[in-house]
Every structure is written in C-alpha cells, then in structure tokens.
C-alpha cells in the first residue's frame, strides 16, 4: 500500500492562470474523491468518482473547476482563470466500493494564488 | 452542513487518556460514526467507526451512547504525535464524508 499521492505538493500562481493538480488513488480503490480545505476549516468535498463516472459535484465547484478520471485510475483537477479566493489545500481521497470503507486521504496540494 | 458538534479545542497531559466528545443529537439508524483526525500538513487519517456496538482498535476506543445521540473518541495514553485536529463525522454507508471544524488536541508534554 504506496497511499494516496498527489502532484504537486505545492503551487504558486499568478491570478488568471490555470493549475492542474493530479492524485494517484491506492491501485485497487475504485472511489476518488477532491475536497479543498482552508485555515482552520475542516476539509469541504468537491465531487467524487467510481471509476471514470462523476457521480457528485458540489456548487462549491464553479464552472471554472473541472475534474477527471479518464481510466478510472488517476484523476486529474484542473481551475481555470485563478482567483485569490481559490488559494487552499487540495485534497484527494479514494476508498474501496464497501459499504464502510473509510477514505484514505493524500497529503494534498497547497495552491497559493499570488 | 455536518450533524456533528464538537469543542473547539482541547488539552491533555501526556501518558493520560484524551477523551474526545461530539454530540450528534439528529442522528438516524443507518448513520454510523466516524472518527478521522488530521496532523498538521498532512491529509485526515481514518481512526475508527462504529453503529451502536462500541469499538476499539489499534488506535482508540469508540464508546456509542445508548440513545446514540452523543459519542467519545478516546486515546487511552496519548503521546505529543497525537496532537492533531479530530473530526467525529455521521454518515450513511451511502454517504459523502461531510467535515465540521472539529477539535484541536493538544498534548502537553
């Protein structure tokens, strides 16, 4: 078990740009999820995968973020048109289909929008 | 929003047992418990979950009131590596993981 990973571990962006991030699940979990946290909150969800499917986002994902899992392995997050308010830590999380399994989380990717 | 309520912020000396409590009053039958906690810079870790019945493992013990409307988290000797953020979570089996703010614990050598 290698865990969750995630690429980049940071970032710094000038406004207006686009970022990418990418997270690599534990090879046999087939649920990939995204959630942002910032200072002293608790980590809120974006969407999920099972397998390449989307099957949730949250409004909290403006149509400038957009997400994929084109091989229902790795995953992909994409922001377009930074702003400063999209500064925050990213987090991936997979799990296995059960009905209790708990998420494995990556250690996520801090994005500083300058 | 999260079904959970949890103090903000806790202490504990080093070698006693924390005892961690959340209060979830709304709770429904097929929501079961969960406990993560997050260290500083690192993504939440899972700890421990449970329905009814309470629970222990490796890491804590999961004590479930009868009436299931509130729950302790406890760490029977804690250590300065068990200073982090505890999130005490409800969901359905079916459920996204939703978080609040949790507590912070602090472990005071």
């Known amino acids: 078990d290698t865990g969750v990973s995630q690429d980049p571990r940071h970032k710094i962006t000038k406004r207006g740009q686009n970022v990418t991030f990418r997270c690599d699940p534990i090879?046999?979990?087939?649920?990939l999820y995204w959630y942002r946290q910032t200072l002293g909150q608790g980590p809120e969800f974006l969407t999920y995968?099972?397998?390449?499917?989307?099957?949730?986002k949250s409004r909290l994902l403006s149509d400038r973020f957009s997400a994929e899992r084109p091989k229902g392995s790795f995953s992909t997050l994409e922001i377009q048109r930074t702003e400063q308010g999209d500064s925050a830590m990213y987090l991936c999380?997979?799990?296995?289909?059960?009905?209790?399994?708990?998420?494995?989380f990556g250690n996520g990717t801090r994005l500083t929008v300058t | 929003d999260a079904k959970t309520t949890q103090p903000p912020s806790m202490d504990c000396a080093e070698g006693r047992a924390a005892n961690l409590p959340c209060n979830h009053s709304?709770?429904?039958?097929?929501?079961?418990v969960y406990w993560y906690r997050q260290i500083h810079s690192q993504g939440p870790q899972y700890i421990i979950h449970?329905?009814?019945n309470n629970e222990t493992n490796e890491m804590a013990s999961l004590i479930i009131t009868e009436d299931r409307k509130s729950s302790t988290l406890i760490l029977p000797h804690a250590t300065l590596r068990d200073t982090a953020v505890y999130y005490c979570?409800?969901?359905?089996?079916?459920?996204?993981?939703?978080f609040g703010p949790g507590t912070s614990l602090s472990v005071i050598p």
């Open positions: 999380a997979s799990s296995l289909p059960g009905e209790l399994s708990p998420l494995h």
């Open positions: 090879s046999e979990h087939n649920r």
């Open positions: 995968f099972q397998n390449e499917a989307q099957l949730e």
């Open positions: 709304t709770i429904s039958g097929n929501e079961y």
């Open positions: 449970g329905l009814k």
């Open positions: 979570i409800v969901r359905t089996s079916y459920d996204k993981v939703i």
